[in-house]
C-alpha cells in the first residue's frame, strides 16, 4: 500500500498570501495524484488531478506540481473560502486507492 | 445538474446490518464507474470499494473485505454498499463518488461527491 504523508498538518496564513502544501509517498505514483478540498461539513470537492490539471471549475489560483513521490500544492494567493482541508490521494497502484492525511489551511 | 444523493445511514448495533444507496442523476450513470468513501468523526479520508461501470469489476478495501458488497442497478441509476458484520470502527460518513472516467473505464480520480450518509455503530 502506497502511503501519503502530507506537510505541514496545519497551515496558518493570512487572505492574500501563498499557500504551500506537500505531498510525499512511500514509493513513486508517476503522475497520478490528486488533490481534494473539504470545507467543514461538507463533501471533498476535486481540485487537481494527474498532479497539474485543475478540474472544471477550479479557479487558476490553484496550481499543482511534482513528480514520483514528491508533489506540491499551490495557492497562488489565499481567498477567504480557501481556508479549508486539503488532501492528496493516489491512484497509481490500488487497490487501494490512498490518501494523504490532510493539510488544514486556516486563518492566522 | 451532475448530482448523487445518499441515503441509508443511521444507527446500528455491532454486528449488524445496514444498507446505503446512492441515487445518480444529470450523468449517464452506466458509463461511470462509483466508489465509496469514509471519514471517521474527525478524521481523514479512506476509500472503501470501487465498482465498475457495468458491474464486472470490484475492489474492496482490506479493512471491509469480506464485510461490504457494492452493487449497481443501472435501470435505476443506484450504487449500493451493503455492510455487514458492521463494527465500532466502521462510524463515519460514507460518501459515494463517481469516477471521472465516464467511458467505462476506471481512473480513480472522483470527480462528484454526495453529501454523504452517517453511519454509527454502537457497541
Known amino acids: 500500500e502506497i502511503v501519503l504523508t502530507q506537510s505541514p498538518a496545519t497551515l496558518s496564513l493570512s487572505p492574500g498570501e501563498r499557500a504551500t502544501l506537500s505531498c510525499r509517498a512511500s514509493?513513486?505514483?508517476?503522475?497520478?495524484l490528486a488533490w481534494y478540498q473539504q470545507k467543514p461539513g461538507q463533501a471533498p470537492r476535486l481540485l487537481i488531478y494527474?498532479?497539474?490539471n485543475r478540474a472544471t471549475g477550479v479557479p487558476a489560483r490553484f496550481s499543482g506540481s511534482g513528480s514520483g513521490t514528491d508533489f506540491t500544492l499551490t495557492i497562488s494567493s489565499l481567498e477567504p473560502e480557501d481556508f479549508a482541508v486539503y488532501y492528496c490521494q493516489q491512484r497509481n497502484i490500488w487497490p487501494p486507492v490512498t490518501f494523504g492525511g490532510g493539510t488544514k489551511v486556516e486563518i492566522k | 445538474e451532475v448530482q448523487l444523493l445518499e441515503s441509508g445511514g443511521g444507527l446500528v448495533q455491532a454486528g449488524g446490518s445496514l444498507r446505503l444507496s446512492c441515487a445518480a442523476s444529470?450523468?449517464?450513470?452506466?458509463?461511470?464507474?462509483m466508489t465509496w468513501v469514509r471519514q471517521a468523526p474527525g478524521k481523514g479520508l479512506e476509500w472503501v470499494s470501487t465498482l465498475s461501470s457495468y458491474g464486472g469489476s470490484t475492489h474492496y478495501a482490506d479493512s471491509v473485505k469480506g464485510r461490504f458488497t457494492i452493487s449497481r442497478d443501472n435501470s435505476k441509476n443506484t450504487v449500493y454498499l451493503q455492510m455487514n458484520s458492521l463494527r465500532g470502527e466502521d462510524t463515519a460518513v460514507y460518501y459515494c463518488a463517481r469516477d471521472q472516467g465516464g467511458s467505462g473505464y476506471t481512473y480513480g480520480i472522483y470527480d462528484t461527491w454526495g453529501q454523504g450518509t452517517l453511519v454509527t455503530v454502537s457497541s
Open positions: 444529470g450523468f449517464t450513470f452506466i458509463n461511470y464507474a
Open positions: 494527474d498532479t497539474s
Open positions: 514509493q513513486s505514483v508517476n503522475s497520478y
